[in-house]
C-alpha cells in the first residue's frame, strides 16, 4: 500500500525567513505533485516531479525529487504572507493519487 | 483555460437524504475522479470511472455510493443515504487521455462543501 508522509504538518514562519517541507512516500511512483490549498478552497498544482533528480522553481517556491530516497522537498524561500496555505504532497503509480496529510503553513510578520 | 466545473458549490442535507453531487470534467477529458476532504484531513480517493465504468474505488466508496455519467458533459456522484460522517468536501478530478502527456494531471474543480445535519 503506497503511504505519503509529510513533516512538518504545521508551519509558523517569520516573513523572509527559508524553510523546508518534507514528503517521504513508500513505494516507486510514477509521479509526485505538489498541491497548495487555501482554505475553502480548491487545490491549485503547483508542481509535477517526474524523475529522479527533478528540480522545478516558481517564485519563493521550489521542489525537488529524489526517487531512490522516494523523497520529496518544497522548499521556501524569504517567506511572504501569501504563501500563507496548506501544502500537500501527493504521489500516484497508475493513479488515483494517494495525498500527504498536508503542511499548514502560517507566514507571519 | 478549460477547467472542472463543480455544482453546487455548498449542499446542506438531513441525515438519510440523497444527494447527488455534480461535475462537469474537462471537455476532451475521459478519465474521471472523486475524492473526499473531511475538514482538517487530507484528500482521499473514492472512485475513478473510465469508458463509463469504474475502473478503481477505494474503501470508503461503499453501496452507498455511486457514479454515473448520464450524458456527454457531466459526471455525477450520489450518496443514497447520508450519514453525518459524509460531511466533507468533495472533488471532482479529470485527466486527460494523452498518455504522450507524461506530467498526467489530474485536474481539479473547486469542490462542493456537503453538511449532514
Known amino acids: 500500500e503506497l503511504k505519503v508522509e509529510q513533516n512538518p504538518l504545521f508551519l509558523s514562519m517569520q516573513e523572509g525567513k527559508n524553510y523546508t517541507i518534507y514528503c517521504n512516500y513508500s513505494?516507486?511512483?510514477?509521479?509526485l505533485y505538489w498541491y497548495r490549498q487555501d482554505p475553502g478552497k480548491s487545490l491549485e498544482s503547483l508542481f509535477v516531479l517526474l524523475s529522479n533528480g527533478a528540480v522545478k522553481q516558481e517564485g519563493r517556491l521550489m521542489a525537488s525529487l529524489d526517487t531512490k530516497a522516494r523523497l520529496s522537498t518544497l522548499h521556501i524561500t524569504a517567506a511572504v504572507h501569501d504563501l500563507s496555505a496548506t501544502y500537500f504532497c501527493?504521489?500516484?503509480?497508475?493513479?488515483?493519487?494517494?495525498f500527504g496529510k498536508g503542511t499548514r503553513l502560517s507566514v507571519i510578520a | 483555460e478549460p477547467e472542472v466545473t463543480q455544482t453546487p458549490s455548498h449542499q446542506v442535507t438531513q441525515m438519510g437524504q440523497e444527494v447527488i453531487l455534480r461535475c462537469v470534467p474537462i471537455?476532451?477529458?475521459?478519465?474521471f475522479y472523486w475524492y473526499r476532504q473531511i475538514l482538517g484531513q487530507k484528500v482521499e480517493f473514492l472512485v475513478s470511472f473510465y469508458n463509463n465504468e469504474i475502473s478503481e474505488k477505494s474503501e470508503i466508496f461503499d453501496d452507498q455510493f455511486s457514479v454515473e455519467r448520464p450524458d456527454g458533459s457531466n459526471f455525477t456522484l450520489k450518496i443514497r443515504s447520508t450519514k453525518l460522517e459524509d460531511s466533507a468536501m468533495y472533488f471532482c478530478a479529470s485527466r486527460d487521455t494523452n498518455l504522450a502527456d507524461a506530467k498526467n494531471i489530474q485536474y481539479f474543480g473547486a469542490g462542493t462543501r456537503l453538511s449532514v445535519l
Open positions: 471537455s476532451n477529458h475521459l478519465y
Open positions: 501527493a504521489v500516484d503509480r497508475d493513479t488515483p493519487l494517494v
Open positions: 513505494t516507486t511512483s510514477d509521479r
